[in-house]
Structure formats: structure tokens, C-alpha cells
């Protein structure tokens, strides 16, 4: 039996998740560097060139450029700190910003009236300035400025944006995608937990902290604030607490910080849900060229995309590091510029569940009346 385009689709998808899967179980920092140099800048390219053409699901034509300032923004805040400039505003600020692109994008997908909208986004900007002040550390804020652009980007979002074709078309083939999509990092966590089948090398060690650059803090972030792994306090010769200058944190020691992220079991089982999640993130996005047609595009621009993408597996070839700079400013605006077609896919799941309840799970064609 011919499987219909729907269904090759999603079963392509299925194996693609499987295959996913198998990699992170087996070097799951090494598929991870290699997804997100080889395929990442990729997927950066071609998806923002495909939000352009759709104008980013915006009401307005110039809605989008409120999300690439804010990327401006992160990328000065970035290098500031990096650099020792004097930074004007708190540390907090980046998640500011990026609370305001986030609930701005309801604004841009909703609201056609720019007054409106202007209002709208210096309320939620006030906003942010009340849920996030200096100094404070809660679960929200670790949301917003480290989930949001990393794993709620690659994982629950994507998962989203199936789950909303699935119940869009009507099709069992992507329910059970979804199935799928929601097992694979429950079977990475629970079986296996004892056994690394490739231990990291030297050189994924090397380019995952790229020398200060990398992804090494990250999951250092995730292993506190997610799993509870703690490190020790430091304290000075007579055995009193230390703590940060200017603040009344006590110091940690991260002595041990590498061998935690790179051969722990937290740390292992935790880079095989990364590992997986960015792979099939981006292969997701190439298996379905078909459908979404980013490759449909003026050949002087195509041109462009595979020019930068070239280069890019350069720098990257040349120096890990010098990769994750040249496209740090690309990388985080296309996360930013994703966030309406976020908001719609969330909001179209409600929809599709509300019309679902009402009529049932019946396909497309005979639910608008057409003999299938």
C-alpha cells in the first residue's frame, strides 16, 4: 500500500527521531558539537529566510525588527561582559528582553493596530522590570534566560509545531510522531543510566568549553538548578565562607565541575537529552523541505545561504570557538524571530482541540465536505 505524503512524512520523521536517539545514547556530546556546527548554521540560514518570506507570522510588516533589535541587544550585553565594558544595565537585563520578545510576539500575531502594539510592548517591558530585579534568582528567571533559548527552543516547541500539524491535518501517522517524539528522551534517561558506551575525547572537551564560549557553563546551569548537583563553598585558611564581590552569595568551588558535566551520571544522562534534542530539531526541519518549501527562494539569496553555511563549517573546522562567535548574533535571532510562530502554533493547538471536541478527529477533506 502507497503511503500517502502525510504519512512518508511522518514515518521518516519516526526514524529520524530513533536514529536521534541511538546517536545520543552512544557519543552524546560529540552528536551534539557535530549537529550543532554542520547542521545549526543550516537550519539558522534557511529558517529565517522562510520567516521573511511569511513576514516572521506577524500582523505587522515591520513587527520583526523589535525582535532582531533585542538580538542586537543580547549580542552588545554579550560581549560586554565577555570583554569587561561597562555594561549600563543589570545582569537581569538580558531576561528582560527576552521576556519582552516572547510576550510581544502575542502582540505581533494578534494585534494590526501599531499604537496598540507600541503601548502593549512598554507595558510588558514595565513588566519585566517587576518579575526580574537584580540579583534574584528563581525558577522563572532561569526559564526565561536559559531554557527559553535552548532546550523549551529545540525540544517543546518543536514538539508543539507536530502535535499542531498532526491535529491540524487529522493524522494518526503524526500523533504517533508525537508519541515517539515524548519516549525517546524517557528511554535515554532511564535505560542505560550506568553505561557510557564512547566517553567524551579530549577535543569535544576542548570545543564544548571553547574556551569560555562554549556550551560547558550551560550545563553546569542545568546540573544546579535541574538535577540539585551541588558543589562545595569555598572558604578561606581559617575555614570562613567566601563570597562573590559586591553580593552576599557564597562562593562555590567548581574544582570539579568538569569531571561532573563530562563523565557523571547526571551530567551524561543530561547531554543525551541535549544531544537528542538539537539533532532532531534541525533534521526535523530538513526532513520537511517538502512541506514547508525554505528551499523555494530567490536563487541570488540561496546563493548567500550556502556561501554563509560554507563558511561558517570553516570557522568552525578551523576553531570551535571562532564558529560559536561568528554565529552567536544569528543563532539568537532566529530563536527570537521564531517566537510568533510559536504563539501561533500554540494557539492553533487550542483551536484544533476546540474544533475536535466538536466534530471529532475526521480528516480535513471530509470535515470541509469533499469525498476523500
Known amino acids: 500500500m502507497t503511503l500517502s505524503k502525510d504519512n512518508r512524512i511522518n514515518v521518516v520523521n519516526i526514524g529520524l527521531m530513533f536514529i536521534s536517539c541511538i546517536a545520543a545514547f552512544i557519543m552524546p556530546f560529540e552528536v551534539f558539537l557535530f549537529a550543532y556546527a554542520v547542521m545549526g ?45 561597562n555594561w549600563p544595565f543589570g545582569s537581569e537585563f538580558g531576561n528582560k528582553i527576552i521576556f519582552v520578545a516572547l510576550a510581544g510576539s502575542l502582540l505581533m500575531i494578534f494585534v494590526k ?31 526565561i534566560g536559559a531554557l527559553l533559548p535552548t532546550l523549551v527552543h529545540v525540544y517543546v516547541f518543536t514538539g508543539l509545531f507536530i502535535l499542531f500539524g498532526a491535529l491540524k491535518s487529522r493524522s494518526m501517522s503524526g500523533l504517533l510522531s508525537v508519541g515517539v517524539f515524548i519516549v525517546c528522551p524517557i528511554l535515554l534517561y532511564q535505560l542505560f543510566q550506568d553505561k557510557t558506551f564512547v566517553a567524551i575525547t579530549q577535543y569535544g572537551q576542548d570545543s564544548y568549553k571553547a574556551g569560555g564560549d562554549g556550551f560547558f557553563n550551560t550545563n553546569l546551569s542545568f546540573l544546579q538548578e535541574m538535577f540539585g548537583v551541588k558543589f562545595p563553598q569555598m572558604k578561606d585558611a581559617a575555614g570562613n565562607l567566601l563570597y562573590y564581590e559586591g553580593t552576599d552569595r557564597p562562593a562555590v568551588d567548581y574544582s570539579n565541575a568538569a569531571n561532573v558535566v563530562f563523565h557523571s551520571q547526571a551530567g551524561i544522562l543530561l547531554m543525551r537529552f541535549i544531544a537528542f534534542a538539537y539533532t532532531y530539531h534541525y533534521l526535523n526541519w530538513f526532513s520537511k523541505t517538502e512541506v514547508i518549501r525554505w528551499h523555494k527562494v530567490p536563487k541570488s539569496r540561496f546563493i548567500v545561504v550556502i556561501v554563509l553555511w560554507v563558511v561558517s563549517l570553516v570557522l568552525y573546522g578551523l576553531n570551535y570557538s571562532l564558529g560559536l562567535r561568528w554565529l552567536y548574533f544569528l543563532s539568537f535571532c532566529h530563536v527570537l524571530l521564531e517566537f510568533p510562530l510559536n504563539m501561533v502554533s500554540i494557539t492553533g493547538i487550542g483551536k484544533e482541540l476546540g474544533a475536535i471536541a466538536k466534530t471529532g478527529f475526521k480528516p480535513v477533506m471530509a470535515r470541509a465536505g469533499v469525498k476523500a
Open 41 to 85: 548554521p543550516l537550519h539558522y540560514l534557511t529558517e529565517i529566510s522562510w520567516l521573511h518570506d511569511r513576514q516572521y507570522f506577524t500582523k505587522g510588516k515591520y513587527d520583526h525588527i523589535v525582535l532582531w533589535v533585542i538580538g542586537g541587544i543580547i549580542l552588545l550585553e554579550s560581549l560586554a561582559y565577555k570583554n569587561g565594558w
Open 113 to 143: 493596530n501599531v499604537l496598540i502594539k507600541v503601548f502593549g510592548l512598554l507595558f510588558v517591558l514595565l513588566l519585566s522590570n517587576v518579575i526580574f530585579t537584580p540579583d534574584k534568582r528563581d525558577g522563572f528567571a532561569f526559564f
